[in-house]
């Protein structure tokens, strides 16, 4: 048996590649930037409770956390149904492979959302507990997201699979993997940047904010430290790759080498409006980067896969209703989340 012959039949997708490999790009940005947002947070709050205790962000990211969560968990969804639609062949094996670490997700998060609520609402209450039940949260998404950049690496290594025959159990992880580390370690660091970016954002629109100045300065400081660590990190994840992926992205194919060097661009000068305090600048150029990178992504994906498949392989047996029925929900459940944050925002500052 060779590897090949371990890789499933496609189905037939409903409408053209393309239109799927843009949702799947743009849900999974929604999701990447709403994880940073809370992951990034989450790790604020920990280690103000370590430093500060009663001075720190605590008591402020505490109250957003629980939003944040379920933004994630929410827009995670999408990308992963555009995923199985686009990849099913692969993601689904990857996913039978750790199949106990993968069906532990679940447990995982519930457990995460329950320790963020419980900082949340007994703040007060339990001075003493907070550290434990923020750095539990903190501990909890991280291993999450260890088990989803397995899983993404994992359906990427077929020749990897075979080890299914030495253990049938579900637990196995793609640990042998020289992209894993850095890999993983690029969605930590960059979600310790986002999430100081999100605190900046969130006090520089509470002008009645306690210590408002301070908390933006805090922000943007958590940002930059993180962003020039990430450029390290990045560096470290590319020559990680298998040589010729690595090439591809440095002249070896022009879109790849266009979209990455852009996005080192973007980089770069989200950094320089970074350290010069500019919070609304910093966050176009940061969004534009993410985006960036998340096609770069993509586009790694594609040369791992190169070999043995390309989504426009797939055969089209058209039938478009459903992707409109599904843009249709998409535009109103947008709006009305969009009102939910606004009516949210609103009461919070009556609160103030
Ligand atoms: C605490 C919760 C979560 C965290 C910390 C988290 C974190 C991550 C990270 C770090 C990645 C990138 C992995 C990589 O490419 O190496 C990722 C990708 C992904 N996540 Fe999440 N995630 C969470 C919850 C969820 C949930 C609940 C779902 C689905 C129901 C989901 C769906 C996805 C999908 C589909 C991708 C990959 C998209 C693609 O490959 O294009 N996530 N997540």
Same mark, same amino acid.
């Given at each position: 048996?060779?590897t090949n012959?371990?890789?499933p039949?496609?189905?037939?997708i409903?409408?053209d590649w393309r239109?799927l ?9 929604l999701h990447?930037?709403?994880m940073?947002?809370?992951?990034g947070s989450?790790?604020?709050?920990f ?11 605590g ?8 939003y944040t969560i ?5 827009l995670?969804v999408?990308?992963l149904?555009?995923?199985q639609?686009?990849?099913?062949q692969?993601?689904y094996?990857s ?6 670490f993968?069906l532990a997700?679940?447990g995982?998060i519930i457990?995460?959302?329950?320790s963020a609520y419980?900082?949340?609402?007994r703040?007060?209450k339990m001075?003493?507990a907070?550290?434990?039940?923020i750095?539990?949260? %903190?501990l909890l998404g991280?291993?999450?997201? #260890? @088990?989803f950049t397995n899983n993404?690496?994992f =359906? &990427? ?11 049938r159990?579900?637990t196995l ?12 370690l690029h969605?930590a660091?960059a979600?310790v940047?986002v999430?100081g970016l999100?605190?900046a954002i969130l006090?520089k629109?509470r002008?009645?904010?306690?210590y ?5 300065n805090?922000?943007m400081?958590?940002f930059?430290?993180?962003?020039? %660590?990430?450029?390290l990190i990045?560096?470290w #994840? @590319?020559?990680s790759?298998?040589i010729?992926? =690595? &090439?591809?992205f440095?002249?070896g ?5 266009v979209v990455?060097v852009l996005?080192l ?6 950094l ?10 910093t ?5 534009v ?5 998340a096609?770069?992504?993509d586009l790694?994906r594609?040369?791992?896969?190169k ?5 426009s ?8 209703s459903?992707?409109?029925v599904f843009l249709i929900a998409?535009?109103?459940g947008?709006?009305?989340?969009a009102y ?13």
């Open positions: 048996m060779t012959d371990l890789i039949v496609a189905d037939a409903p409408v239109w490999y843009f949702f799947l790009v743009l849900t999974f940005v990447l930037l709403f940073n947002a809370m992951l989450a790790i604020m709050a280690v103000g409770e370590l430093r500060e205790k009663n001075a720190g962000p008591r402020d990211i505490s109250t957003k956390l629980p379920a933004f994630t968990v929410n995670g999408a990308p149904l555009f995923l639609v686009l990849y099913g692969f993601i094996v996913s039978v492979l750790m199949a106990g993968w997700v679940i995982l457990m995460l959302y329950y419980i900082y949340d609402f703040f007060e001075p003493a907070r550290t434990f039940f750095g539990l949260t %903190v991280l291993i999450v997201a #260890f @088990l993404m690496t =359906m &990427l290594r077929t020749e990897t699979w075979q080890e299914y025959f030495g253990n159990s579900g992880l793609n640990l042998k993997d020289p992209t894993l580390l850095p890999r993983y969605f660091v979600s940047a999430g999100f605190q006090a629109q002008k009645a904010l306690p408002r100045e301070k908390r933006m805090q922000g400081r958590w930059t430290t993180a962003t020039v %660590v990430q450029i990045g560096f #994840f @590319l020559i790759l298998p010729e992926v =690595m &090439l591809s440095m002249g194919a022009v879109p790849n080498t990455f996005g661009v973007g980089a770069v000068v989200s320089a409006f970074g350290f010069t305090r500019r919070v609304w600048p966050t176009v150029a940061t969004v980067t993410v985006v960036l990178m096609i770069v992504r790694v594609g040369e791992f896969l070999p043995v498949f390309h989504p392989d797939l055969k089209v047996v058209a039938q478009y459903p992707m409109i998409l535009v109103l947008l709006g009305l989340v939910m944050l606004y009516l949210a925002a609103n009461s919070g500052k009556e609160a103030e």
